[in-house]
């Protein structure tokens, strides 16, 4: 049976440049991930009850404290609900869907394993998704960048939703050093 490309125990080093844009998109994702949990928590905090009894509030902080074990696409899903449940919020489906863009650049970059190309500057992420899709086409600096840039993009819209309920999105202990 023929090989295709290295065998799977050759490890290439990313050019430093590649690295750190690479680095800098994940990091991003984290950050974006965080922003989703608190806009979760700022859209369901701003409808609950002023009545709650304490045994109601202790079972909604406990389904908040979950969020924080969630993956990407559960808090999609969540913010998405949670957006429904909110009257006068706007592009919820255009948030949503961009969400879901992100969720699939955030998989490949998290989870490919990099290979060099014979174009200069541009790497191949050997991944496949849970749909059996390859992913093809290589990757450059620039692209990285532009997800990064995309990834913030999204970030700020989502903060923008916190934000109108009037909740900042600070947690519990923010304000301790």
């Not at 680095?23 to 989703?36: D, K, N, R, T, Y």
């Not at 709650?52 to 202790?58: A, C, D, H, M, S």
């Not at 699939?104 to 174009?119: F, G, I, K, Q, V």
Request: hydrophobic share 35%; net charge negative; aromatic share 6%.
């Amino acid at each position: 049976m023929a090989r295709i490309g290295a065998p799977p125990e050759t490890h290439y080093t990313l050019p430093s440049d590649f690295s750190a844009a690479l680095g800098q998109c994940v990091a991003s994702f984290g950050w974006l991930e965080e922003i989703i949990k608190r806009t979760i928590y700022a859209l369901d905090r701003a409808r609950l009850a002023d009545d709650l009894t304490e045994e109601e509030l202790q079972t909604w902080l406990s389904r908040m404290s979950n969020l924080a074990d969630d993956s990407m696409g559960t808090l999609i899903e969540q913010l998405d609900a949670a957006m429904r449940r909110h009257p006068g919020l706007r592009d919820r489906n255009r948030i949503t869907d961009h969400l879901g863009e992100i969720r699939l650049h955030r998989n490949l970059l998290c989870h490919a394993s990099w290979r060099p190309t014979e174009e200069r500057g541009r790497w191949h992420p050997a991944f496949v998704n849970t749909k059996g899709d390859v992913q093809r086409d290589p990757l450059s600096v620039d692209d990285l960048n532009r997800i990064r840039e995309n990834t913030v993009e999204i970030g700020a819209r989502v903060l923008r939703v916190m934000r109108a309920t009037g909740i900042q999105g600070y947690w519990a202990g923010d304000d301790e050093a």
